[in-house]
Protein backbone atom coordinates (compact mmCIF):
# COMPACT_ATOMS: atom_id res chain seq x y z
CA UNK A 1 0.00 0.00 0.00
CA UNK A 2 1.57 3.22 -1.15
CA UNK A 3 2.50 5.63 1.81
CA UNK A 4 0.30 8.39 2.40
CA UNK A 5 2.39 11.83 2.47
CA UNK A 6 1.62 15.26 3.86
CA UNK A 7 2.82 16.87 0.80
CA UNK A 8 0.56 14.61 -0.82
CA UNK A 9 -2.68 15.54 1.33
CA UNK A 10 -1.74 19.26 0.43
CA UNK A 11 -1.88 19.08 -3.31
CA UNK A 12 -5.15 17.10 -3.28
CA UNK A 13 -6.65 20.15 -0.73
CA UNK A 14 -5.19 22.55 -3.20
CA UNK A 15 -6.76 20.64 -6.16
CA UNK A 16 -10.54 20.20 -4.28
CA UNK A 17 -10.77 22.11 -1.88
CA UNK A 18 -11.87 19.59 0.53
CA UNK A 19 -11.22 19.32 4.32
CA UNK A 20 -7.33 17.91 5.11
CA UNK A 21 -8.61 14.93 6.49
CA UNK A 22 -11.10 14.28 3.94
CA UNK A 23 -8.03 14.90 1.73
CA UNK A 24 -6.55 11.98 3.41
CA UNK A 25 -8.87 9.34 3.86
CA UNK A 26 -9.74 9.30 0.11
CA UNK A 27 -5.94 9.08 -1.01
CA UNK A 28 -5.43 6.16 1.96
CA UNK A 29 -9.16 4.60 0.11
CA UNK A 30 -7.46 5.48 -3.31
CA UNK A 31 -3.84 3.87 -2.43
CA UNK A 32 -2.28 6.84 -3.19
CA UNK A 33 -4.15 7.18 -6.24
CA UNK A 34 -4.93 11.44 -7.04
CA UNK A 35 -7.37 10.49 -9.51
CA UNK A 36 -9.10 8.03 -7.95
CA UNK A 37 -9.02 10.57 -4.58
CA UNK A 38 -10.29 13.23 -6.72
CA UNK A 39 -13.22 10.83 -7.15
CA UNK A 40 -14.19 10.13 -4.24
CA UNK A 41 -13.84 13.38 -2.59
CA UNK A 42 -16.65 14.32 -5.93
CA UNK A 43 -18.91 11.75 -4.82
CA UNK A 44 -18.69 12.19 -0.66
CA UNK A 45 -18.68 16.07 -1.10
CA UNK A 46 -19.79 16.74 -4.83
CA UNK A 47 -17.31 19.11 -4.93
CA UNK A 48 -19.30 21.89 -3.12
CA UNK A 49 -16.54 23.23 -1.43
CA UNK A 50 -14.45 24.77 -4.37
CA UNK A 51 -17.35 26.13 -5.85
CA UNK A 52 -19.11 27.69 -3.26
CA UNK A 53 -15.81 29.37 -1.97
CA UNK A 54 -16.46 32.30 -4.46
CA UNK A 55 -20.19 33.02 -3.70
CA UNK A 56 -21.52 36.20 -1.56
CA UNK A 57 -21.89 35.19 2.40
CA UNK A 58 -24.21 38.51 2.99
CA UNK A 59 -26.47 36.90 5.50
CA UNK A 60 -25.30 35.07 8.61
CA UNK A 61 -25.46 34.88 12.90
CA UNK A 62 -23.38 36.72 15.39
CA UNK A 63 -22.31 34.87 18.25
CA UNK A 64 -20.95 35.63 21.41
CA UNK A 65 -19.02 34.10 24.10
CA UNK A 66 -18.42 35.59 28.20
CA UNK A 67 -16.52 34.18 30.93
CA UNK A 68 -15.94 36.45 33.48
CA UNK A 69 -13.89 39.65 32.01
CA UNK A 70 -13.00 37.22 29.08
CA UNK A 71 -15.05 37.43 25.87
CA UNK A 72 -15.63 37.38 22.16
CA UNK A 73 -17.92 38.63 19.57
CA UNK A 74 -17.84 36.79 16.10
CA UNK A 75 -19.83 37.57 12.75
CA UNK A 76 -20.01 34.36 10.70
CA UNK A 77 -21.28 34.56 7.57
CA UNK A 78 -23.39 32.52 4.75
CA UNK A 79 -25.21 32.89 1.82
CA UNK A 80 -29.00 32.05 2.65
CA UNK A 81 -31.34 32.45 6.11
CA UNK A 82 -31.41 29.33 5.36
CA UNK A 83 -28.53 28.42 6.88
CA UNK A 84 -28.66 30.25 9.64
CA UNK A 85 -30.94 27.69 11.33
CA UNK A 86 -28.99 24.45 10.78
CA UNK A 87 -27.49 22.94 13.57
CA UNK A 88 -24.37 22.35 12.75
CA UNK A 89 -23.88 25.89 10.94
CA UNK A 90 -24.46 27.36 14.59
CA UNK A 91 -22.42 24.95 16.77
CA UNK A 92 -19.25 25.64 14.43
CA UNK A 93 -20.22 29.70 14.92
CA UNK A 94 -20.50 29.65 18.88
CA UNK A 95 -17.65 27.01 19.00
CA UNK A 96 -15.41 29.19 17.19
CA UNK A 97 -16.54 32.18 19.65
CA UNK A 98 -15.45 30.62 22.17
CA UNK A 99 -11.82 29.16 20.92
CA UNK A 100 -11.87 32.86 20.39
CA UNK A 101 -12.43 33.70 24.22
CA UNK A 102 -10.15 31.39 25.49
CA UNK A 103 -7.18 31.06 22.61
CA UNK A 104 -7.01 34.76 21.82
CA UNK A 105 -6.22 34.58 17.95
CA UNK A 106 -4.33 37.13 15.94
CA UNK A 107 -6.93 37.00 12.75
CA UNK A 108 -9.02 34.94 10.55
CA UNK A 109 -6.45 32.60 9.55
CA UNK A 110 -4.84 32.39 13.22
CA UNK A 111 -8.78 31.51 14.36
CA UNK A 112 -8.68 29.17 11.60
CA UNK A 113 -6.06 27.04 12.42
CA UNK A 114 -7.15 26.48 15.79
CA UNK A 115 -8.00 22.89 17.01
CA UNK A 116 -11.81 21.84 16.91
CA UNK A 117 -13.41 18.69 15.14
CA UNK A 118 -17.27 18.57 14.08
CA UNK A 119 -19.51 16.66 12.45
CA UNK A 120 -16.76 14.15 11.70
CA UNK A 121 -14.85 16.75 9.75
CA UNK A 122 -10.97 18.42 11.49
CA UNK A 123 -8.33 18.39 13.41
CA UNK A 124 -8.53 21.96 12.78
CA UNK A 125 -11.88 25.18 12.99
CA UNK A 126 -11.05 25.57 9.00
CA UNK A 127 -10.97 22.15 7.78
CA UNK A 128 -14.75 21.84 9.73
CA UNK A 129 -15.69 25.15 7.98
CA UNK A 130 -14.69 23.57 4.79
CA UNK A 131 -16.26 20.10 5.42
CA UNK A 132 -19.67 21.91 6.60
CA UNK A 133 -19.33 23.97 3.13
CA UNK A 134 -18.85 20.07 0.95
CA UNK A 135 -21.59 19.03 3.50
CA UNK A 136 -24.81 21.95 3.47
CA UNK A 137 -23.34 23.07 -0.29
CA UNK A 138 -23.20 26.54 0.57
CA UNK A 139 -20.03 28.99 1.23
CA UNK A 140 -19.45 30.07 4.67
CA UNK A 141 -17.23 32.28 6.23
CA UNK A 142 -15.56 34.14 9.64
CA UNK A 143 -15.86 37.84 8.84
CA UNK A 144 -14.56 39.17 11.78
CA UNK A 145 -14.12 39.02 15.86
CA UNK A 146 -13.18 41.29 18.95
CA UNK A 147 -11.75 39.65 21.74
CA UNK A 148 -12.30 41.02 24.91
CA UNK A 149 -9.90 40.85 27.94
CA UNK A 150 -9.19 42.83 30.71
CA UNK A 151 -10.36 43.99 34.48
CA UNK A 152 -13.85 45.80 33.27
CA UNK A 153 -16.33 42.84 33.39
CA UNK A 154 -18.72 42.44 30.25
CA UNK A 155 -22.08 42.09 29.33
CA UNK A 156 -23.39 40.68 25.90
CA UNK A 157 -26.97 40.91 24.35
CA UNK A 158 -28.46 38.89 21.07
CA UNK A 159 -31.27 40.16 18.84
CA UNK A 160 -32.01 37.08 17.73
CA UNK A 161 -29.15 35.57 15.68
CA UNK A 162 -28.64 39.28 13.67
CA UNK A 163 -27.20 41.26 15.95
CA UNK A 164 -24.94 41.36 18.77
CA UNK A 165 -23.29 43.42 21.12
CA UNK A 166 -21.41 42.98 24.19
CA UNK A 167 -20.31 45.99 27.30
CA UNK A 168 -17.40 46.87 28.75
CA UNK A 169 -18.23 47.96 32.36
CA UNK A 170 -18.20 48.58 36.22
CA UNK A 171 -20.82 47.99 38.64
CA UNK A 172 -24.69 46.66 38.15
CA UNK A 173 -24.85 43.86 35.35
CA UNK A 174 -28.64 44.68 35.22
CA UNK A 175 -27.94 48.56 33.94
CA UNK A 176 -25.10 46.70 31.63
CA UNK A 177 -27.50 44.48 30.12
CA UNK A 178 -29.99 47.25 29.65
CA UNK A 179 -27.39 49.41 27.74
CA UNK A 180 -26.52 46.41 25.65
CA UNK A 181 -30.55 46.15 24.87
CA UNK A 182 -30.31 49.90 24.29
CA UNK A 183 -27.39 49.77 21.42
CA UNK A 184 -28.53 47.40 19.79
CA UNK A 185 -31.60 48.94 19.29
CA UNK A 186 -30.34 52.44 18.76
CA UNK A 187 -27.60 51.51 16.78
CA UNK A 188 -24.81 54.52 18.25
CA UNK A 189 -21.77 55.16 17.06
CA UNK A 190 -19.57 56.23 20.01
CA UNK A 191 -19.98 56.17 23.75
CA UNK A 192 -20.03 60.40 23.55
CA UNK A 193 -19.73 63.40 21.15
CA UNK A 194 -16.29 63.52 21.08
CA UNK A 195 -15.64 59.81 20.72
CA UNK A 196 -17.33 60.28 17.42
CA UNK A 197 -14.35 59.67 14.18
CA UNK A 198 -13.68 62.56 12.04
CA UNK A 199 -14.88 60.66 9.15
CA UNK A 200 -18.15 60.47 10.58
CA UNK A 201 -18.28 64.08 11.67
CA UNK A 202 -17.12 65.11 8.47
CA UNK A 203 -19.87 63.42 6.36
CA UNK A 204 -22.43 64.72 8.44
CA UNK A 205 -20.95 67.99 7.65
CA UNK A 206 -20.97 67.94 4.25
CA UNK A 207 -24.51 66.99 4.24
CA UNK A 208 -25.83 69.77 6.24
CA UNK A 209 -23.80 71.87 4.04
CA UNK A 210 -25.23 70.36 0.60
CA UNK A 211 -28.52 70.89 2.55
CA UNK A 212 -27.97 74.87 3.47
CA UNK A 213 -26.90 75.18 -0.38
CA UNK A 214 -30.35 73.89 -1.09
CA UNK A 215 -32.34 76.34 0.80
CA UNK A 216 -30.12 78.82 -0.39
CA UNK A 217 -30.93 77.66 -4.30
CA UNK A 218 -34.81 77.37 -3.39
CA UNK A 219 -34.62 80.72 -1.64
CA UNK A 220 -33.29 82.50 -4.50
CA UNK A 221 -36.07 80.74 -6.89
CA UNK A 222 -38.53 82.26 -4.50
CA UNK A 223 -37.19 85.46 -4.73
CA UNK A 224 -36.57 85.56 -0.78
CA UNK A 225 -32.97 87.45 0.85
CA UNK A 226 -30.04 84.82 1.31
CA UNK A 227 -29.55 84.33 4.85
CA UNK A 228 -26.03 86.03 6.00
CA UNK A 229 -22.63 83.45 5.57
CA UNK A 230 -22.70 83.46 9.57
CA UNK A 231 -26.64 82.39 9.74
CA UNK A 232 -25.84 79.59 7.05
CA UNK A 233 -22.42 78.39 9.22
CA UNK A 234 -24.46 78.40 12.35
CA UNK A 235 -27.43 76.29 10.84
CA UNK A 236 -24.86 73.73 9.63
CA UNK A 237 -22.88 73.44 12.69
CA UNK A 238 -26.33 73.40 14.64
CA UNK A 239 -27.24 70.13 12.38
CA UNK A 240 -24.14 68.36 13.08
CA UNK A 241 -24.18 68.95 17.03
CA UNK A 242 -27.62 67.77 17.18
CA UNK A 243 -26.65 64.64 14.80
CA UNK A 244 -23.66 63.96 17.45
CA UNK A 245 -26.13 64.05 20.45
CA UNK A 246 -28.25 61.31 18.21
CA UNK A 247 -25.30 59.24 17.41
CA UNK A 248 -23.50 59.18 21.36
CA UNK A 249 -24.70 56.80 23.68
CA UNK A 250 -24.72 58.60 26.50
CA UNK A 251 -26.49 61.41 24.84
CA UNK A 252 -29.25 59.07 23.63
CA UNK A 253 -32.93 58.62 25.61
CA UNK A 254 -32.69 55.59 27.29
CA UNK A 255 -35.16 53.02 25.55
CA UNK A 256 -36.87 51.79 28.37
CA UNK A 257 -37.37 55.10 29.77
CA UNK A 258 -37.14 57.90 27.20
CA UNK A 259 -37.24 60.47 29.83
CA UNK A 260 -33.87 59.78 30.94
CA UNK A 261 -30.79 59.65 28.71
CA UNK A 262 -28.38 56.53 28.98
CA UNK A 263 -25.95 58.61 30.73
CA UNK A 264 -28.75 59.66 33.60
CA UNK A 265 -29.64 55.90 33.62
CA UNK A 266 -26.30 54.23 34.70
CA UNK A 267 -25.53 57.22 37.19
CA UNK A 268 -28.64 56.19 38.86
CA UNK A 269 -27.61 52.74 38.93
CA UNK A 270 -24.27 53.30 39.87
CA UNK A 271 -22.37 52.12 36.95
CA UNK A 272 -19.78 53.41 34.49
CA UNK A 273 -19.76 51.97 30.33
CA UNK A 274 -16.42 51.77 29.51
CA UNK A 275 -16.87 50.62 25.66
CA UNK A 276 -19.41 48.98 23.81
CA UNK A 277 -18.94 46.81 20.27
CA UNK A 278 -21.59 46.05 18.03
CA UNK A 279 -21.88 43.58 15.30
CA UNK A 280 -24.68 43.44 12.66
CA UNK A 281 -24.78 40.87 9.95
CA UNK A 282 -23.97 41.68 6.91
CA UNK A 283 -23.13 45.63 7.38
CA UNK A 284 -21.31 47.09 4.41
CA UNK A 285 -21.43 43.49 2.61
CA UNK A 286 -23.13 43.68 -1.16
CA UNK A 287 -25.76 41.48 -1.61
CA UNK A 288 -25.95 39.94 -4.56
CA UNK A 289 -29.37 41.01 -6.39
CA UNK A 290 -30.54 38.23 -8.77
CA UNK A 291 -32.34 39.49 -11.97
CA UNK A 292 -35.05 36.46 -12.55
CA UNK A 293 -35.90 37.76 -16.10
CA UNK A 294 -32.20 37.54 -16.92
CA UNK A 295 -31.42 34.79 -15.24
CA UNK A 296 -34.55 32.75 -17.20
CA UNK A 297 -33.01 34.43 -20.89
CA UNK A 298 -29.46 33.35 -20.13
CA UNK A 299 -30.91 29.77 -19.43
CA UNK A 300 -33.23 29.54 -22.23
CA UNK A 301 -30.13 31.00 -24.82
CA UNK A 302 -28.01 28.38 -22.97
CA UNK A 303 -30.75 25.70 -24.26
CA UNK A 304 -30.58 26.82 -27.65
CA UNK A 305 -27.29 26.52 -27.79
CA UNK A 306 -27.16 22.92 -26.87
CA UNK A 307 -29.79 22.21 -29.31
Known sequence: MAAITASMVAELRAKTDAPMMECKKALTEAEGNFEKAEELLRIKLGNKAGKAASRITAEGVVTASINGTTGALLETNCETDFVTKNDSFLAMCQAAADLIAKNNPADI?????????????GPTLEDVRKGLIGKIGENMTF????????????????????????VEFDGDEAAAKDVAM???????????????PADVIAKERAVATGKADEDRKVAEAAGKPAQSAEIVAKRIEGGVQKFLKEVSLFNQPFVKNDKQTVEQ??????????GFTLYVVGEGIEKKVDDFAAEVAAQVAAAKQAA
Open 109 to 121: AALGALPYSQDSF
Open 143 to 166: RRFKRFEGASKLAAYLHGTRIGVV
Open 182 to 196: HVAAMKPVALTSADV
Open 265 to 274: MLKAAGTTVK
